[in-house]
């Protein structure tokens, strides 16, 4: 009996070393991939004076780094210690950028929404793919009515009205060039929302959607009657 309760003990023993050892080698991976990130995310490289080329890499490269930290943590089944999305990688790789929640929610978001479209047209699917992505490169789009057409990357709101947002993460997005060409550099009424989200965010002074709304949306006479008086 003294023998079978020693040999348990030795059992739990050892699950516990072993499990604690693998917390510790899940927890030391995840830290050198959300410093990948944070390396692809840091703020100089997204500044309005940079080069728009230097901007763009390094959205792409999150977004590799992102599939690889996706890929890494699927990769672990049920030995994994503990379930990370990867949410938890952007919030993570956000801290960086010091940038306020608002803004940082509309990074996560472009990002999110960028990475859904790379799988999309299977960018992550094959080595030369992400090799171009690396470079600040996109493949060619793989499904729907564009499939062929070069993916570029563009924008949510016009960088031509809004110079700011030329260079900000929170404002790009992935596209078949033929739909990117389709659009023109101006403002639609539907995209004041949008704009006011920059606004809220800190990216944009109050100005820019207070200048736009009075452009887009033309005062009514009673509006105007009023300030008359």
């Known amino acids: 009996m003294a023998f079978l309760y020693r040999s348990f003990l030795v059992l739990v023993i050892a699950a516990i070393t072993w499990y604690s050892y693998l917390k510790h080698i899940e927890g030391r991976d995840r830290a050198a991939r959300v410093q990948e990130i944070q390396d ?3 703020r100089r490289a997204f500044a309005p004076g940079q080069p728009p080329r230097l901007a763009q890499t390094q959205f792409l490269k999150t977004l590799v780094r992102l599939h690889e930290a996706d890929l890494a943590e699927r990769s672990l089944g049920w030995w994994k210690t503990k379930d990370i999305s990867l949410s938890w990688y952007l919030e993570e790789g956000l801290k960086t950028l010091e940038a306020s929640p608002e803004e940082a929610a509309l990074i996560s978001r472009a990002l999110q929404n960028a990475a859904v479209e790379l799988q999309r047209h299977d960018a992550f ?3 030369e793919n992400r ?3 690396e ?3 996109l493949p060619k789009a ?3 009515l564009f499939a062929g057409d070069p993916l570029v990357i563009g924008f949510q709101l016009s960088p031509v009205v809004l110079p700011p947002l030329r260079n900000h ?3 790009f997005l992935i596209q078949p060039a033929t739909v ?3 659009q023109q550099d101006l403002i639609e009424p539907s995209q004041l929302a949008a704009v006011r989200e920059f606004v809220a965010a800190g990216v944009l002074p109050e100005s820019a959607h207070t200048e736009l709304r009075q452009q887009l949306i033309p005062a009514t006479p009673a509006s105007t009657a009023q ?3």
């Open 142 to 144: 793989t499904d729907g």
């Open 131 to 133: 090799e171009l992505l």
């Open 40 to 42: 692809c995310l840091e």
């Open 227 to 229: 300030k008359n008086d």
């Open 169 to 171: 993460p929170g404002n």
């Open 125 to 127: 699917a094959l080595s």
């Open 135 to 137: 470079k600040g490169e």
């Open 180 to 182: 990117w060409a389709l």
